[in-house]
């Protein structure tokens, strides 16, 4: 969303040279620019989407977003998901949101790769752990993996959880 903004003030301010270039500096007339309102969907605020979805947390809830975005947004539906397991809360005002962290039992490469430190091989070394010894049962059986050190725990165990 930032970089669209970013385009769009680059070409207003290319517009705007432009045209200040062709009518010339010295003849004092006034130039009033109009930009079109933004059409993009308004943030009606955040929605925490739980149980049987593949990632549960906070996500942005956009005017408009219907029960499978929200789904969508969550990575989707477990394998044989009971659809009455599926949570949905929105926050009340006053209370604060939790910091969204990241299940490595069930997180695919593409999201682990999104922790600090891990790249696209240690993802995928977290990944080959828990197919072939079973899903972690504590944060601390990173350490097993091979490539990851106390260092690299250190940086992301905020970040990640075991869920229950």
Known sequence: MAGIKSIAILLMAVIIFSLVALMGCSQGEEIEISLPPTTSPQL??????????????????????????????????????DLSLIELRIPQPSEENETQ??????????LL????????????????SRQQNGLF???NELLKVEGIGQGIL??????ITIAD
């Open 101 to 110: 962290k990241i299940d490595i039992n069930r997180a695919p490469a593409w």
């Open 44 to 81: 009606a605020g955040q929605i925490y989407i739980g149980g049987a979805v593949n990632n549960p947390g906070y996500y942005p809830l956009k005017e408009g977003d219907s029960i499978e975005d929200l789904i969508r947004a969550a990575g989707g539906l477990t394998y044989g998901a």
């Open 154 to 159: 250190d940086n992301i165990k905020d970040f």
């Open 113 to 128: 790769e999104a922790l600090p430190g891990i790249g696209e091989v240690k993802a995928q070394a977290i990944i080959d």
């Open 137 to 139: 049962n504590n944060i």
